[in-house]
């Protein structure tokens, strides 16, 4: 007789503006305050979310530690630090066969944007770095180095969707026994001035706070308050039999995907049609005598279009029975590639802790409450280019 397997998360590990471990980061979410403040870019202040200085001193010495990470980029640095927490909560052993996929939304986006400035100067005279340390691929290949892991490599992009495809491509190689330990998740660090002045030129970016609240998803003022945070968050995935779960054990219950066509530069329509694709892909996956999303981790980045098409796609599957819907974003920004493995983190400390954020401003629809324990939890992400992906998670048998 065969057994039931599940696909569970061992161990996780992050740096964000909201710490570099999981008592810093049980704090600030505990505190609730936004961790966003203005700096100088292209000669004018810009609000963003960037890591302490305190945690920057982190990344700094990962850097110096060899003589070959010395010309890395920051995505690489702080996946680098955020695989090894997890490998250590997981209790994996460096040298084991562990598969690592990393994805970005735009990689080294510090790197190429220096790079490209000294390529200007002179072309005739640029450094035999650049190649190497500027692909996407490198993120997860320094991360393996780094863990002296043998298993296969795999780096990819879809925008901001991207923390949840490395967690499916996780979740479908565990099933299908081509790993058997797999390290999941993304890296961002976009606070750039090229990276900050895209996200201007589309209109989208925050221009003032209200009162202390530079990004605020769902807000009913009706404005565009998107931020730029950044962050990496990773997470050692295997598969177990049912007899080795326990009430603490969270798991991977399923994962849905939607797409739709381009209709705009953002590529979201007004019905939040790829959400609802996405939602219907995952619930459907779930058994029919215990399918209840207890709560939402939204992915709401604080704009205008994207926010509405969420709610509204949250609606047209779930109608009156939506869930306690709640973000993190208000505190760190929009970390693209990233945002949904700091959401999932979120998510596992709401499920811990049995607490969430509620968002301290007016918003456009009514607050949630709840007062049931939350033992299943939903997080989504959305992308531009029109792809939504859409990821449950439960605590305990």
Known sequence: MSTKKYIVIKGFGSISPLGANSTEVDRAYCQGKPIILPQLFNNSEVPVAAISPENEKLVTSIQQENRLY???????????????????????????????????SRGATSLFEQYYQDFQKDPNHISSQISPT???????SWVANDLSTEGPVISH?????????ALANGFAW???????????GA????????????MRAIGIYATQPKPEYWCR??????????????????????????????????ILEAIGFGFEKITSKTGISPEGSNFQKAIRNATQALSV???????????????????AAEIYALKAVF???????????FLIGHTLGASAALSLEYALWILQHQQYTTFPYPIFIEQSKRTNPIRRIMILAAGFGGNASALIVRKGI
């Open 187 to 198: 890296a961002e660090a976009p606070l750039t001035p090229f990276t900050i002045a895209q």
């Open 217 to 250: 998803p769902l807000n009913k003022e009706k404005q565009n308050t998107f931020v730029l945070g950044e962050g990496a968050a990773l997470f050692a995935l295997e598969q177990v039999p049912e007899s080795e779960l326990s009430p603490e054990t969270i």
């Open 134 to 140: 500027t692909t996407l691929g490198n993120i997860s």
């Open 289 to 307: 005598n215990d399918s209840t999303i207890d709560a939402v981790v939204l992915h709401a980045p604080g704009t205008v279009a994207g926010d």
């Open 319 to 329: 109608g009156r029975n939506l869930s306690l819907v709640t973000s993190n974003k």
């Open 70 to 104: 010395r010309n890395l980029d920051r995505t690489v640095l702080m996946a680098i630090h955020a695989a090894r927490q997890a490998l250590q909560q997981a209790g994996w052993k460096q040298e084991e066969e562990i598969a690592v996929n990393i994805g970005s």
């Open 157 to 165: 992009s879809v925008t901001c969707s991207t923390a949840l495809q």
């Open 174 to 184: 565990l099933q299908s026994g081509m790993a058997f330990r797999f390290l999941a």
